[in-house]
């Protein structure tokens, strides 16, 4: 009789691991499958397809406190290239007309320049979105982790496991699910920290932008121009990683050797999030950007 209840335990225990095995095994890989399925359509974004309220805010800003400050600027650097000019030719003892030409033409870029801030810095943008979703189209690989032939004989091989097995499985299961959950939202603020800084970075374009004229100051908006370009180009840096993560992915048999399989999902995945840190520092390296 004791011999009997010890099994009915013993089948209840296993009865519940199972289920919590084959639960944490179905739900396990479904944050991390919609985090690296969205990466493509994400980094695709330009700022105003991202969110049109904060493009619309940032540009709202823009216009109102950092346009007035620009038109400063440029007036000061215009000045200080008029009175270079005049200086540079012996106090216009030795001065050519078409000077003149050249002054004015160089002035009228720099205003064409400020009063275009926005049209500017939205191509760069845009010819960072062509790259990334040509990038997406060579990169065809599936990022999704498909477990559907693992679970068609799970209940099976759970039913051959030791009870110590078993458990052991159950705290794997809950420790990897914990991981790629956090793992997600990882990937998520990577995502929007680089959105936010590109909202940051625009905010404060016409400024930038208004120092061109001055071969002193012009290295403000040339380094400034470098980074927009780095953040646009740390897209396609980010779908490579997608890329490398998907073939990574795609080489482990999940039926073969369950926790050798559910660790190496993990591993592949943190070194995706890792992965995915370093390309804003990549990027600004590429294009000498500080």
């Known amino acids: 009789m004791l011999d009997g209840l010890i099994e009915a335990i013993e089948e209840w225990v296993r009865g519940i691991l199972t289920e919590m095995i ?60 008029l009175i270079s000019m005049i200086m540079e030719k012996n106090n216009m003892q030795d001065f050519d007309t078409w000077l ?89 603020v990577i995502l929007y920290i680089r959105m ?11 400024v930038t932008f208004s120092t061109f004229g001055n071969k002193e100051i012009g290295q403000i908006g040339s380094n400034y121009v470098k980074g927009l370009i780095a953040l646009a180009f740390q897209g396609f840096f980010i779908m490579v990683c997608v890329g490398i993560y998907a073939v990574l992915v795609s080489t482990i048999q999940m039926s073969d050797d369950i926790h050798s399989a559910l660790f190496g999902v993990m591993g592949y995945t943190v070194i995706l999030a890792f992965s995915l840190m370093k390309t804003g520092s990549l990027s600004k390296s590429v294009f000498s950007a500080h």
């Open 22 to 81: 084959l639960k944490n095994m179905t739900t396990m890989y479904t944050d991390v499958n919609e985090k690296t399925g969205l990466i493509a359509s994400e980094v695709a974004k330009t700022p105003q397809g991202w969110n049109g309220s904060i493009y619309s805010m940032i540009r709202g800003l823009s216009d109102s406190v950092m346009l007035p400050i620009a038109t400063m600027v440029i007036t000061f650097v215009l000045c200080v290239e």
């Open 100 to 188: 003149f030409f050249k002054y004015f033409l160089k002035m009228s870029i720099a205003v064409y320049v400020v009063s275009h801030t926005f049209d500017i810095v939205m191509a760069i943008f845009d010819v960072g979105q062509h790259i990334v979703t040509s990038a997406s189209s060579v990169i065809t690989g599936s990022t999704a982790v498909d477990i559907s032939d693992m679970m068609t004989d799970m209940e099976t091989k759970l039913e051959a496991m030791e009870m110590g097995e078993m458990i052991i499985l159950t705290f794997e299961t809950f420790l990897v699910s914990f991981c790629l959950k956090i793992l997600s939202i990882i990937i998520t």
């Open 196 to 206: 936010v800084e590109i909202y940051l970075y625009i905010s404060v374009s016409p």
